[in-house]
Structure formats: C-alpha cells, structure tokens
C-alpha cells in the first residue's frame, strides 16, 4: 500500500519524464509497471488520485467460507475431499479458515485420512516375506494391505536401509564349471602376461637401438624402424607374435630386412661429406657441399646431400634472432640496496616499494606504475600511460613526494631497477 503523497509524486515524475515507465520505477523504486499505468489512467480521467486505496474485494464471499468450513469438519476433516466436492478454494487458503475459526483443532490438517498403524507382528512377517520372497513385491504389499513402498519402510525400520532387500540363495554352480573356467582365467593371464613382456621387450629395444625417447608408440614407428625391433628380438620370440604388437606385414618384415643387409652404397660419400663439413668449420650448408664434391668429380643431387647431412647430423649452428630490447643498461652508479629483502615496516611512510606493471587490453597495452607503503599496503600515488617511459616515473614520484610534504617522513623508495 502506498501514501496518497507517493502515488501523486510517481504519476508527476511519470509525466515529467515522458511517460517512462522504466525510468520512473528505476529512479523512485517503486512500484509496478501496471500500478503506475493505473494510476495515470486514473489521473488523467480524474485530475487527481484518491486519497486512500480502495481495498480489494475478497475472492469469496463469507457465505462460501462457512459452507467450506463446515464440509471439512462433517466429513472427517479431509481437505482434499472437501475442495474435489466444493471446487474451491485451495489448499491453504482453507487451511487458513479453519486455523482462524476453529483454533481447537490442534492436529495437524493432511489431503487424506490419518494411516492406520499395523501390529508389529505383521510388520515383521511382511519383511520375512520380502527378502526370502517367492513372488513380487507388489504381490506381497497387496497380500498385507500396504502399498509398495510401505513394505520398503518396514524393512529399514527393523532391519535397516543397508541390509539386502533379497536374501534368496543363488544356485550353486558345479564344481566342475568353475574348475574349467577358471583354468580359461589362468590361461588369459599368462596370455596377457607374456604379452605385457614382449611390449616391454620391444620398448627397451627402441630405446637402446632406435634411440627414441619415453612415452614411443610402436604402431607409429616406421616400417624400417619396426623391422629393426622385431630382428633385435626375433631369437628370444616367436615372428607372428613380434608383427603382431608392432603392427608390421610379414611382406614388410622380409622387404626390409632384405633392404638393411645391402650395402651401403653411398658410405664414401658419406665420409666425403663429414669430411668437408669438419674442414671447413662445420658451417657449410648443402649447397657448399654439394659444389665441393663436384670439384672432387662427385655428382650427387641437392636432396641426397641433404638426405645424407641429416643422417649423419652434419647441421649448421646459425645464431638465434635476438629479441628487441630498449633497455640501455644502468646510466650511473647502481644504488645501495638498503631494503635487502626486509619489506616489513613499523610505521607507515618507512618503506615503499615500486615497479611498472603492464597489461594486455583490446586497445593496445597499457603500464601502471604505483608506490606501495610496506606498512599497511597503502597504495600511496600512482600513475598511468601507453608508454614505460620516464614521465610515467617521475609523474608518480611528483605525486608521492606531495603526499609526504610537509611532515617529517622520510621513507625509503626500492625498486628492482627493471630486472
């Protein structure tokens, strides 16, 4: 309910801001968007807003109240008997008026008549029969009288909720099942156990042989590389099993191992090369070499030179791209570092610490460069720009000197000095 003075200033604000309705709410804080319209409405057909609220009609009338009360008290004080046959109303609201005019009635008001309570023998043999059942439990509840899940409620309130709801013994199994089963269990572990070792086998050999690293997959090897594993441990394992964990044709295996018995046909190139390569410092690139071996009337193509240097790991050390840095280096003498980590102070404006933070917005960068009293945290004065420059510096030491002018403080300023 609101004053006659808080309507007529909400329809003259209302007015005044052009018939807003958000505005006019957002500004007083009140009320709803449909009693500001209505009381405009009312305004404009009237000049004026009526001194009191009229209060509202009740939704039913007194007559409909007592006939309502006196069905719920002359048939067994069901409430939702009463509204299925009257219609109306609902469920508190007739719990209210009964509340109001029967304050005697102290027992609590339910949509249905108080459950009887069964004898504890009953309750007992309905358990029994529920874990050591021959039928449902649907069966079983309409057998006592009790629906579904008050046989469930019986069985933890004696037995409690973790005890099983069935207690039926399962039919033994032969013995003779078991017996073959298991041995089919014995002979899957030793499958996976040899297996398991062949792996392990396969990854100590990639290692020692192939010089890969930890975490190899094997199935990702190359066929020459498989090849050389499953040589390695072809005495100590059968072949299938070896192609098998690696991946590798049976073709393949024989294509390779045919491949890795010739001879090396480039191996005094090979040493022509590694031979240049250390002559001359170690910092010609494939093109020298390849010029060089023409001179030694040795024609070999660009891309077998290459092939070559990287087997033989003839590569050349360039220097890395250094990154720009508009730091000169200390202009003067560095200072005493008096502070020497101890960052704790007695009293306010004995230490302060500074430094030029920079951060990453959609416009560009942005550096923030403030002083922070060690005794309390204090952010004492602080400055902001586009660029870490002097005048960033110099503008927040200005604005901290003013703030300590005019007392004895003398506090101590420490930076890292950009490092």
């Known amino acids: 309910m609101y004053s006659y003075a808080d309507r007529i200033r909400a329809v003259e604000l209302y007015i005044k801001l052009g018939l807003r309705v958000r505005a006019t709410i957002r500004q007083l804080g009140y009320p709803t968007k449909n009693a500001l319209k209505g009381w405009y409405q009312h305004y404009l057909k009237h000049q004026d807003l009526p001194a009191s609220q ?12 007592q006939v309502a009360v006196a069905h719920y008290l002359a048939h067994d004080r069901c409430i ?11 469920r508190g609201t007739l719990t209210a008026w009964v509340r109001q005019d029967c304050p005697e009635i102290s027992k609590s008001m339910v949509g249905r008549s108080w459950p009887t309570t069964k004898p504890d023998a009953l309750m007992c043999e309905g358990v029994v029969q529920l874990c050591t059942r021959q039928s449902t439990a649907q069966e079983i509840a309409v057998k ?74 094997l199935h990702r090897l190359a066929n020459k590389d498989k090849a050389v594993l499953v040589e390695a441990l072809r005495g100590q394992y059968e072949l299938p099993e070896l192609l098998s964990l690696v991946g590798l044709a049976r073709s393949s295996y024989f294509y390779h191992r045919a491949r890795l ?14 031979e240049i390569f250390d002559n001359n410092y170690r910092c010609y690139g494939y093109r020298r070499v390849q010029a060089s071996l023409l001179k030694e009337c040795t024609g070999i193509s660009e891309k077998v030179v290459r092939r070559l240097m990287k087997q033989e790991g003839l590569i050349v050390a360039k220097p890395k791209r250094r990154r720009y840095n508009s ?21 306010p404006n004995e230490k302060w610490l500074t430094d030029i933070t920079e951060f990453q917005i959609p416009a560009g960068k942005v550096y923030l460069s403030p002083v922070i009293d060690c005794f309390d945290g204090l952010v004492v004065s602080w ?12 503008t927040m030491l200005d604005a901290a000197i003013d703030a300590v002018q005019g007392s004895e403080s003398r506090p101590v300023i420490h930076s890292d000095r950009g490092a």
Not at 54 to 65: F, N
Not at 261 to 274: F, N, P, Q, W
Not at 383 to 394: E, Q, R
């Open 261 to 274: 018995k010739l001879a090396d046909k480039y191996l005094d190139v090979r040493r022509s090369i590694t």
């Open 144 to 217: 006592f009288g009790v629906c579904r899940g008050t046989l469930y409620n019986w069985k933890n309130q004696l037995l409690g909720p973790c005890a099983p709801t069935s207690m039926k013994h399962s039919p033994k199994r032969s013995p003779v099942l078991d017996a073959a089963a298991l041995r089919r269990q014995v002979e899957s572990l030793r499958q996976d156990i040899r297996r398991l070792k062949i792996e392990r086998e396969l990854l100590k050999q990639a290692h020692e042989v192939l010089k890969n690293g930890a975490g190899i997959d």
């Open 54 to 65: 009229a209060p509202r009609a009740p939704k039913y009338s007194l007559q409909q109240r």
């Open 383 to 394: 400055s902001i720009g586009t660029h870490p420059n002097a005048h960033l510096v110099n």
């Open 80 to 90: 939702a008997a009463t509204m299925r046959v009257l219609g109306y109303p609902g």
């Open 327 to 347: 730091y000169l280096g200390e202009i003067g003498a560095a200072p005493q570092n008096l502070i020497n980590r101890d960052f704790r102070a007695a009293a």
